[in-house]
């Protein structure tokens, strides 16, 4: 549920692409986990299955991003969030409240037309959505984590030096379907000297100490946003 809370809110706000931001952007993009991912007898008898509403912090989230946004237009997504994250925890109560109530508010009609619907429903439905639901849940749950993690801006992982290597003849490579290319490629690589392998080798080292570098510092800004569920359970770090 905190995921739904803090990444969906703001991945809606941000919009299909995740980076343009614009006042009218909510609608692009569905939360995976929404009711509109049930079986055919359902979504098409019942289009109108409400959405759950946004908590207070995504609220208002929603609502400065653009400002955000337009303030720094080169900001990384995380850079912005920490900005969010900070002005809301020095809001005043009084102002804080106005979005709590409206949470509450929308959550009530949220409820009050789930019960409406499912009263149209018979026992054999409920569970067969039910079901449904679970299972695209357990799908797309590592998909989801994928999707915020981007959204947050988590560094790449290191990449080895074969996949360097990839990388590179790849895009030089023009003719035939990617398996051709793939195994051409794995071949040049096993025809390589220890000196030319030794060069992505290299590469790939430099890659590491480029990822630890990014994680270090990344790691540190979830902490001092509230999300330490993000930090690997080795590394500690403390909120400034």
Do not use: H
């Not at 905190?2 to 569905?30: E, F, H, Q, T, Y």
């Not at 990839?166 to 793939?182: C, M, P, Y």
């Amino acid at each position: 549920m905190a995921l739904l809370r803090g990444v969906w809110g703001v991945l809606i706000a941000l919009g299909k692409s995740g980076a343009d931001l614009c006042a009218g952007c909510g609608s692009r993009l569905r939360s995976p986990l929404s009711f509109a991912n049930v079986p055919r007898w359902f979504s098409s008898n019942f289009i109108g299955y409400p959405k759950k509403p946004m908590t207070s912090y995504v609220r208002f989230s929603k609502e400065q991003l653009p400002i955000f946004k337009a303030q720094n237009p080169d900001a990384k997504n995380s850079e912005l969030i920490k900005k969010i994250a900070e002005l809301w925890r020095e809001l005043p109560d009084a102002e804080k409240k106005t979005y709590e109530d409206a949470y509450r508010t929308d959550w009530q009609a949220y409820k009050e037309e789930i019960n409406r619907i499912k009263e149209q429903l018979t026992p054999s439905q409920l569970v067969s959505l039910e079901k449904e639901i679970m299972q695209k849940r357990l799908k797309k749950k590592a998909l989801i984590k994928k999707r915020e993690l981007t959204m947050l801006g988590k560094p790449k992982r290191p990449r080895s030096a074969y996949n360097i290597f990839i990388a590179e003849r790849f895009q030089e490579a023009k003719d035939g379907t990617s398996q051709v290319k793939l195994k051409t490629i794995n071949e040049s690589w096993k025809n390589l000297s220890s000196s030319q392998k030794q060069v992505y080798i290299q590469l790939a080292k430099d890659d590491k100490v480029r990822y630890y570098n990014e994680m270090k510092s990344w790691e540190e800004q979830m902490v001092e946003v509230g999300r330490d569920d993000l930090v690997r359970r080795s590394v500690k770090y403390t909120a400034k």
